[in-house]
């Protein structure tokens, strides 16, 4: 399933960065950026969005009065800098509300639940999305592609996460914390095993008791993930 967005934001820096999300989720497809409601109109008339990504606070037109003009066949997600608006948000039917600075996962998330509902609303005989082949992670002000088959392992460090690869010695060190990261990296590939580690399933060369030998590094099992952990190399 190909699901058809516009974004519609007065901040050509804010469209633009989530214009790049975007381009990084298989399932999603960028038919229009605007930057006034009265063109954002026009183009989703000309272009059928299945979702608008749209900003409150516009000049003439605010986002949720455009919200209001905006056909039923649209689901919105709104984005905006103030929090006060969500409930206005979401007296409006919006199938989410993103807060800036939007991080990309939670834009993911949002994403994904516009999967589920269009899912849901279509039927589920439609081909399942392909699964990324690369995540984008912020660090030191830059946004870095990093592919998912040099990924051996993510390490958990308070309020940060290390993505250890294969490509590099020193691991990218992010800004996010574990439970981002795994809605980032696809659950077929990737495993939590520990509270501080999330594995890549074929960078397991042996697994000894309680830890896991990878390519370059050893890693522990806790006690509260080894169920979860055993089936899923069972499955």
């Not at 800098?81 to 993103?98: C, S, T």
């Not at 994403?111 to 279509?122: D, I, P, S, V």
């Not at 870095?144 to 290390?162: A, F, M, N, P, R």
């Not at 993505?163 to 981002?180: D, F, G, W, Y």
């Amino acid at each position: 399933m190909t699901i058809k967005c516009i974004i519609v934001d007065d901040e050509p820096l804010a469209v633009e960065l989530l214009a790049s999300y975007v381009t990084k989720i298989p399932f999603m497809q960028l038919v229009g950026k605007y930057y006034n409601a009265t063109d954002a109109l026009k183009g989703v008339q000309d272009t059928a969005p299945d979702i608008v990504f749209l900003d409150i606070q516009m000049p003439e037109i605010n986002g949720l009065e455009l919200s209001r003009m905006i056909p039923e066949s649209a689901r919105v997600v709104f984005t905006t800098a103030f929090e006060q608006y969500a409930l206005d948000g979401y007296r409006v039917n919006a199938l989410d509300y993103l807060l800036k600075p939007i991080s990309y996962a939670n834009f993911l998330e949002a994403c994904n639940k516009a999967l589920q509902w269009f899912t849901m609303l279509h039927g589920s005989d439609s081909k399942p999305a392909p699964e990324p082949t690369s995540i984008f992670v912020k660090s030191e002000y830059k946004l870095l592609q990093i592919s998912l088959d040099s990924i051996t392992h993510v390490e958990g460090l308070k309020d940060y996460v290390k993505i250890h690869t294969e490509e590099s010695q020193h691991p990218v060190l992010s800004l996010m914390n574990m439970k981002a990261m795994e809605h980032m990296l696809p659950s077929s590939r990737f495993v939590r095993v520990h509270r501080s580690y999330i594995v890549n399933k074929s960078k397991i060369r042996e697994i000894e008791r309680n830890r896991l030998i990878l390519t370059s590094t050893e890693v522990p099992i806790g006690d509260s993930y080894k169920q979860a952990f055993l089936d899923f190399i069972a499955g």
